[in-house]
């Protein structure tokens, strides 16, 4: 019965030490370097030249775009990739118009689609 006289406030005791706040910083040193960080710099919107290079055009189908400067690679707005009979078409939206339209669907070997355009 002594014994747990002396162990059960010991234990209270160890518990109370243990368990107190620390007045010290709850980031260790590597979370306060990255925090400290300059945030990084705004996001700028593809513009023209970063669409060119995501493009995945066929070479045919580039070489063609590229002989007339109204439909060069620069100019395309909007790109769609659909596979029609076993053909992969890709309908391009142009910045400016062709002959009045500014979307052409073209085959992977660059012919026109559209039977106006031809």
Do not use: W
Request: a negative charge; aromatic letters at 6%.
């Amino acid at each position: 019965m002594k014994t747990q006289l002396i162990i059960y406030p010991a234990l209270v005791g160890m518990l109370f030490v243990a368990c107190g706040e620390k007045e010290k910083n709850s980031y260790t040193e590597a979370m306060q370097e990255e925090v400290a960080m300059e945030p990084a710099a705004p996001i700028e919107p593809l513009g023209q030249h970063a669409l060119v290079d995501t493009l995945l055009l066929p070479d045919p189908l580039k070489i063609i775009l590229q002989k007339d400067e109204a439909t060069s690679l620069e100019n395309i707005k909007s790109l769609r990739k659909y596979n029609e009979e076993g053909t992969d078409y890709y309908e391009i939206v142009f910045v400016q118009p062709i002959n009045g339209k500014d979307t052409i669907t073209y085959d992977n070997l660059g012919k026109i689609k559209s039977p106006d355009l031809n």
